[in-house]
């Protein structure tokens, strides 16, 4: 996984702060190949309880995380019981590494 320690720490921490200690957080896609360069971190926050404002968390996660890791594209994905899930979504559960 091409994260360090420090940003994983901040990710978990960040998350926990906007959705609450209930979610969990994977990483999924090209941070996953310790072979590849550069490219965006791709999250999916899931949570076993609706979250109420997703799209205003999302972004607020978003813009915290790109504050305290740097200003990286940061793709998040955020799913919830009443979440339709849809084959991106089903990749990153799939696929997905837990922090």
Known sequence: MRLSAEQIAIIKQTTAEVFGDEVNVRVFGSRLDDDARGGDIDLLVESPCEIESKVDKMLTLTARLQRRIGDRPIDILVI????ALNPVHRHAI???QRL
């Open 80 to 83: 919830d019981p009443s979440t």
């Open 94 to 96: 799939q696929t997905g």
